[in-house]
Structures are given as structure tokens and as C-alpha cells.
């Protein structure tokens, strides 16, 4: 792997811990939702008897405790808090908490059948991402937008062969034989920035409540550019006073509850909620589809408009959650044998 990608994923590594063990801001009390958050996303093709197109991935994020204030946080270092300062003098919104996370993740791209040996020219190319990143929350009670910086690798350095075939082999499954085609080595960057809301909150008995929970979000870089927009229903007792139910998009939502609004779900209720969502991408560049940025590389013709449609269902004690998504992908490029269906498992847990 190149060496400057090697740092940068180290460096984000490290900045990480530093997010778990910063020392606690000012004004903040030690209450179930002022405290440190860790996120774990698994999605897999597998849980419909499938294995292929977007196969796998896995992704973790450490959240920091809620901040009131991005200067004097215990995270960044003094000279930062002249930069953070000019951010928050700079919105125009007033927001009443921010987080700082970090983390690393892992996808994988094969074609739908992994038993050719020979190239596939008609269907997508086999692909790894190994990936860090770090982002920007800042919250209100009904709205948070995201900034994420991404950068990682793709290519044989991602290690996604090594990971695939060797999940299956231990599980007795066929290995896939084709990732000597696999997309080239290339350091891989991306910027994102989303704004996510929380409206329309209505009560319908005791607990029982609704809401929903629009979003759009935009991304530039050499792996992926695009925009995004989609909403989610959310009907549920006790629900939480966070955004949408989180997957492995950039700049997703957070799993870390906002300040609770009055008369709101308390931190140390249980609760559960159905949910279903919608999502619609224009997408300018995908080098999963598209190929290597520069050389040579496999490559298939892509969709420039994709829709997504999920529903699943959560369960919360405590402000740790775990929640179960069912997702539809439209057809991604122009020879694909159809849609494809996989699962996604986010499991939210504070510390």
C-alpha cells in the first residue's frame, strides 16, 4: 500500500483514541446520552442467499461526547481552536451541540457470478476499499448537518480478496475466482457534506409516537461523486431523539442522540420502532463502476440515477440500539441482471 495512505490511516486510527479517552467538556453532565459512542455497520448479500455486486462491508465509527463548543474539547490540539472558532462563528444556524468522529471501514465489489476465471467485460469489476475517515456533527434539535473527509485505498491493498475468500473458506464456501482483474491500486479521497432533519414528530398514544426524516447529502471525490436525497418514516415507542437509522453511505447519520427536546424520550428509556426509507442518487462518477481514475482498468458503463428503497426495525435500552434494515438497490450499471437486495445490521453503543 502506498506509504502516504499507510499514515493517513494511522493517523486517523490514533485520532480516533484520542476521541475515546478526551478529557470531558465543560458544562456537560455524565447523563446516558452525554457520553462517548461506538458504532458497528455490517452489510452483506448473503442474508438473501446472494454474493455478488455489493458483497460486503463493514465499518466502525468512535463518536466523541456531545460538545457544546468545538474550541477547548480535549480532542484537537490548541492550535486547531482558532480554525474550530472561525466554523462556528461561520454558521448561520445556531447550533446547540457538536460531535467529532472518526473510523475506518471496508467494502467489497465482485461480479454476480464469482465462479468465472475469466474477465467479465458485461459485469461489474471486482474491487476492494479499505478506507478512514473523519467528520464534523453539528446538531440541533431538529436538524445536523455532516462534514466527512474520507481516504483510504482501492485496489489489492484493500485486502478485500484476502478478506472474501477467506471468510469463505473458513464458512465452506466457494472462493471467487476472478480477483486477479480486480481494479489497480489508487489512493482514494472524498469530501462529503449532509444535512439531515428530524420533523413532524406526533404522538398518537401514551408513547407511541411517529416522525419523519429527510435528507440529502453531497460527495466529490475520485471514488464516488454525487448527490443524494431520501426520507425515512419512523413509527415506534419511545423513539429517540436521533436521525435516520444509519448505513454505510458517506456522510451518513450519527447514532449519538441530540439534546433531548422538552417533554422528549428520557435517555434511560427502552424502546423500539418500524421504519422505512426511500433514496434517489444522481451519480456523476463511481470508480467501483467506472474504473481506475487514471490507467487501465476494467470498467462497465454506469446508471446515473439509482433508487433505493429499505425498511427494517430497532430496538434501544439505554441509548445502545440495534437495528435491522431490509435494502432494494436498483440497478447500478447499464448490463445488470437485475436489482439486488441485501441486509444491514448498525449496532450503536455509548461508553
Not at 455478488?52 to 466502525?60: D, M
Not at 428530524?198 to 398514544?205: A, C
Request: hydrophobic share 35%.
Amino acid at each position: 500500500m502506498n506509504c502516504h495512505i499507510k499514515t493517513i490511516i494511522l493517523a486517523i486510527f490514533i485520532f480516533a483514541s484520542n476521541i475515546c479517552f478526551a478529557s470531558e467538556p465543560d458544562n456537560i453532565d455524565n447523563t446516558e446520552s452525554q457520553k462517548s459512542t461506538f458504532v458497528l455497520y455490517y452489510e452483506n448479500d448473503l442474508f438473501y442467499h446472494h454474493d455478488g455486486y455489493y458483497t460486503n462491508a463493514v465499518k466502525f465509527r468512535v463518536i466523541s461526547k456531545p460538545l457544546n463548543t468545538l474550541t477547548k474539547n480535549g480532542i484537537f490540539p490548541d492550535t486547531f481552536d482558532s480554525v474550530m472558532e472561525k466554523f462556528e462563528k461561520s454558521q448561520n444556524k445556531q447550533f446547540t451541540q457538536y460531535n467529532i468522529s472518526a473510523g475506518a471501514g471496508q467494502s467489497i465489489y465482485t461480479p454476480k457470478d464469482t465462479t468465472i476465471r475469466d474477465l467479465q467485460e458485461d459485469d461489474r469489476p471486482y474491487a476492494g476499499y479499505l478506507y478512514s475517515f473523519l467528520a464534523l456533527h453539528a446538531k440541533q434539535i431538529q436538524m445536523m448537518d455532516t462534514f466527512e473527509i474520507t481516504a483510504g485505498v482501492v485496489g489489492p491493498s484493500a485486502l478485500a480478496e484476502y478478506a472474501q475468500n477467506g471468510v469463505h473458506r473458513l464458512r465452506g464456501f466457494e472462493t471467487a475466482k476472478d480477483w486477479d482483474h480486480q481494479l489497480h491500486d489508487e489512493p482514494a479521497m472524498t469530501l462529503s457534506w449532509g444535512r439531515n432533519y428530524r420533523l413532524n414528530k406526533q404522538s398518537i398514544w401514551s408513547g407511541l409516537s411517529w416522525d419523519v426524516l429527510p435528507y440529502h447529502t453531497l460527495t466529490v471525490g475520485n471514488v464516488l461523486t454525487q448527490a443524494t436525497a431520501g426520507s425515512e418514516l419512523r413509527l415506534g415507542w419511545n423513539l429517540p431523539p436521533s436521525f435516520n437509522t444509519s448505513q454505510i453511505h458517506p456522510s451518513s447519520s450519527i447514532g449519538a442522540p441530540t439534546a433531548e427536546d422538552k417533554g422528549g424520550r428520557q435517555s434511560k428509556d427502552w424502546g423500539f420502532y418500524v421504519f422505512a426509507g426511500g433514496e434517489g442518487r444522481a451519480v456523476a462518477h463511481n470508480i467501483f463502476l467506472d474504473g481506475n481514475t487514471w490507467g487501465d482498468s476494467h470498467r462497465v458503463a454506469k446508471e446515473p440515477f439509482v433508487g433505493e428503497v429499505s425498511f427494517g426495525a430497532a430496538v434501544t435500552i439505554n441509548s445502545l440500539q440495534i437495528a435491522y434494515r431490509h435494502v432494494y438497490l436498483t440497478e447500478e450499471f447499464k448490463k445488470q441482471k437485475g436489482a439486488q437486495n441485501y441486509g444491514s445490521i448498525t449496532l450503536v453503543l455509548p461508553f
